[in-house]
């Protein structure tokens, strides 16, 4: 198993050194007996080689990792949330960090066809979304009974270990 924490380094609108006792939530994972990772989560190479070490060690059965991929959020936790407790200066840093605007540099600096990559990517994303939007919109409204579904897991019954 691989766990993936996004670390946007706030829990709504508190800082996360003041919401966990620890400096990284990849540190909690010795406390439940495996491994945990840290990771630039702007920095898709970097992303890449911590999820392949971790995927590694899972098939080969050394047990779940923890990968704590450090990013942030630009925005507010949900659309009232206006994220006036974070200084303009902290945005700015963040922003000059942005991991699309990153990945496009790369591309453009390995002399790939960037402009193409982007044109297929964007017709790629609006032919998904508008796919998505047909299946939604032709399917039928759910039974009563079937709203109640998939919503938590099932207890296990532990008398059967």
Known sequence: MVFVCENNFYAYSTPNDLQ?????????????GFKGEIVSGNDLHAVLKTAKKAIDRARKGDGPTLVECKTYR???????????????EEVITWESRDPIQLW???LQKKKYDFAAIQAET???????VEEAVVFAEASPFPDGPEAMEDLYAMPIDTEAM
């Open 74 to 88: 630009y925005h507010g936790h949900s659309e009232h949330d206006r994220a006036d407790y974070r200084e303009e």
């Open 104 to 106: 496009e540099v790369y």
């Open 122 to 128: 964007t017709e790629e994303v609006k032919r998904t």
């Open 20 to 32: 966990f006792g620890v400096d990284n939530v990849a540190d909690r994972a010795a406390g439940y």
